[in-house]
């Protein structure tokens, strides 16, 4: 073996990108790559006095993902995880826009329909708003002791609502274009924690999903819940995020129990819904779905549990989160392959 020499001194990769996990050079030899543990992927020259200097070519989350939002009017949308990042993507150029460190593990998100703001619920039983356009935190709510499972905004972007593991709903009045929260009630009767939630379309009602797979309807003026479950019948709802509902009986395949199915959603233009389930599959279904045991067509793209699904605006592309796949898979699935 000849001997080595040393062309130059050690790179330090910046700290939020995390150690080096592996390198591996180019076939021309005039760049190298560094993989890193925050699932991070670096490249820069490999020769020359430039090269200590990186450039982040893919940035990624790094622990369990389950937040994520479409905006409703621009190509972008929002991720958030356990690795306390907020990450604001390009849908159109599929890169991120820019990331940000928070204090807390983060399990869901909302854009608010109209104002460049979301709002993010923690694990700790925390939830706040944010400021997108210049990071900044603009309120803080220790409402719960348990985590928050789903938030959305009405429509009309006039209230709030946020689903608790403590069993409870909590709905605020929103102000001062999305800047200012005051507490409305919060909806009690669930008899296990809160899955998922979505507002009608006048902005009056919530439909939710529980862990012991109840369907509870609640009247959002007095937080109260409506057990005149034929008035809803009607009911046009802004989305269909909630898993149990009778236009997705057949969303369920046949010996299902209720935890299989991590979520769903609906197309935009209401010709398809989506589910994410615990065996990695991303699957695809006519809207509405009643048929019991219903066809679609079946995506593999995570390695482990699908927490998330979103469509994006065009009704074309689907977004779909894995769980220990950390990785957002979207901007990936195409309705019409």
Not at 127 to 136: H, N, P, Q, T, V
Request: negative net charge; contains cysteine; proline residues 4%.
């Amino acid at each position: 073996m000849g001997s080595l020499s040393k062309l130059r001194d050690v790179s330090v990769l910046p700290e939020n990108v995390g150690g080096v996990r592996q390198l591996a050079a180019s076939a021309d030899g005039n760049k190298v790559f560094v993989g890193t543990t925050r699932n991070c992927i670096l490249q820069g020259p490999f020769h020359g006095e430039a090269a200590q200097s990186y450039e982040v070519a893919i940035t990624s989350h790094f622990e369990e993902l389950w937040g994520v939002c479409v905006h409703p009017t621009e190509p972008k949308f929002l991720t958030c995880g356990f690795d306390k990042l907020i990450v604001l993507w390009d849908s159109d150029r599929r890169q991120p826009l820019w990331t940000k460190s928070v204090e807390y593990q983060l399990m869901c998100a909302a854009f608010h329909p109209s104002e460049p703001v979301a709002v993010f619920g923690t694990t700790d039983g925390k939830w706040f708003a944010m400021d997108l356009e210049s990071r900044e935190v603009l309120t803080l709510h220790p409402d719960s002791k348990e985590q928050f499972s789903c938030v959305a905004f009405s429509p009309d972007g006039c209230l709030m609502a946020i689903g608790s593991h403590d069993n409870g709903i909590y709905v605020y009045r929103v102000g001062e274009a999305g800047r200012k929260y005051s507490k409305v009630g919060k909806c009690i009767g669930h008899t296990s924690f809160v899955t998922h939630l979505d507002w009608s379309s006048d902005s009056q009602h919530l439909r939710t999903n529980s862990g012991d797979y109840e369907i509870l309807y609640w009247s959002v003026a007095n937080c109260k819940q409506n057990t005149d479950v034929q008035s809803m019948k009607d009911i046009s709802w802004n989305s269909d995020t909630c898993v149990l509902g009778y236009n997705l009986i057949g969303i369920w395949p046949e010996g299902a129990d209720g935890t299989d199915i991590n979520g769903c959603d609906r197309s935009p233009d209401f010709n398809f819904v989506a589910t994410a389930d615990d065996f990695g599959k991303v699957k695809l279904y006519n809207y509405p779905c009643y048929t019991p045991k219903a066809a679609c067509k079946v995506g593999y793209a995570h390695s482990s549990h699908v927490t998330r699904v979103r469509f994006l605006r065009d009704s074309r592309t689907l977004l779909s989160l894995g769980g220990h796949g950390l990785q957002c898979d979207g901007v990936g699935h195409s309705v019409n392959e």
